[in-house]
T-cell receptor
């Protein structure tokens, strides 16, 4: 089974700060997903990446396949970025995703 | 708005009730999923449908019964649930199973009393 660990579990920062959320997994993968879950429960897929870096607005996701590690960065953070950020990877040998526990991010004005 | 719509958004039901959750997508996706999210736990995959055929049943109790009548609609029929089944139930869809980004619905917050 592919184990997924996210850190930190909770993160509180001031508006404008640079945010980094980390994800480590135990087994080699084809692609990694970053998801954002808002307080109401709805989930939005942010990125799916298999190598290098992807950028979308103020969000940047990087992955190091050799080190089995990915990071999600938020530049110029804003209170509306407050959400739970979830990392997910495929389970080895199975068509299912394994999810991290999530990182609860709170951005204070 | 992700293109995946779930109804109802909130549901309170007794343990002897029968209810259904509905999910709808008009994104042209071939795969649809039901996930369960309990408090302080990661998302758990329940069922996967690909081209209206169930391809994954993740050891879910029979009191949860999925139905996929066509590629745009997915139901989760609930019968004689337990209080521990109270959770957020999320539907998602993707062009193909697991190899592409998934689009999630807003979820149904279910409370079993």
């Amino acid at each position: 089974k592919n184990e997924v660990e996210q850190s930190p579990q909770n993160l509180t920062a001031q508006e404008g700060e640079f945010i980094t959320i980390n994800c480590s997994y135990s087994v080699g993968i084809s692609a990694l997903h970053w998801l954002q879950q808002h307080p109401g429960g709805g989930i939005v897929s942010l990125f799916m990446l298999s190598s290098g870096k992807k950028k979308h607005g103020r969000l940047i996701a990087t992955i190091n396949i050799q080190e089995k590690h990915s990071s999600l960065h938020i530049t110029a953070s804003h209170p509306r970025d407050s959400a739970v950020y979830i990392c997910a990877v495929p389970q080895e040998g199975a068509q299912k995703l394994v999810f991290g526990q999530g990182t609860r991010l709170t951005i204070n004005p | 708005e992700t293109g995946v719509t779930q109804t109802p958004r909130h549901l309170v039901m007794g343990m002897t009730n029968k209810k259904s959750l509905k999910c709808e997508q008009h994104l042209g996706h071939n795969a649809m999923y039901w996930y369960k999210q309990s408090a302080k736990k990661p998302l758990e995959l329940m069922f996967v449908y690909s081209l209206e055929e169930r391809v994954e049943n993740n050891s879910v109790p029979s009191r949860f019964s999925p139905e996929c009548p066509n590629s745009s609609h997915l139901f989760l029929h609930l019968h004689t649930l337990q209080p521990e089944d109270s959770a957020l139930y999320l539907c998602a869809s993707s062009p193909d199973p697991f190899n592409t980004e998934a689009f999630f619905g807003q979820g149904t917050r279910l409370t079993v009393v």
